[in-house]
Nanobody, 122 residues
């Protein structure tokens, strides 16, 4: 019913930037909070950033504050993660996550994207 598709990952040198995108599609009635998570090999998945439905409130992991910015465009059902001053420690698979009400059932469910790899290396 609903798909989240991430894009924008890749290989970047330390100090570089990447912009991840997450597009939601399907039988969407409304999208509430959207989040970006990441997971490195051998580590648990961690919350990187979150943004409320109106974009009026955002939260960030301490490790990315001041470097990453989450934003959204509700007309496009899209959320972005701008990542600046990237460090090798930011290497991970980045996942989009969202709380979405579907049109038919009006049920609130939580959805995940398939992930996009970000590698920071010289």
């Amino acid at each position: 019913q609903v798909q989240l598709v991430e894009s924008g990952g890749g290989l970047v040198q330390p100090g570089g930037s990447l912009r991840l995108s997450c597009a939601a599609s399907g039988s969407i009635f409304v999208i509430y909070t959207m989040r970006w998570y990441r997971q490195s090999p051998g580590k648990e998945r961690e919350l990187v950033a979150a943004i409320t439905s109106t974009g009026g409130s955002t939260v960030y992991a301490d490790s990315v504050k001041g470097r990453f910015t989450i934003s959204r465009d509700n007309a496009k059902n899209t959320v972005w993660l701008q990542m600046n001053s990237l460090e090798p420690e930011d290497t991970a698979v980045y996942y989009c996550n969202g709380d979405i009400i579907v049109t038919m059932s009006r049920a609130l469910n939580n959805y995940w994207g398939q992930g996009t790899q970000v590698t920071v290396s010289s």
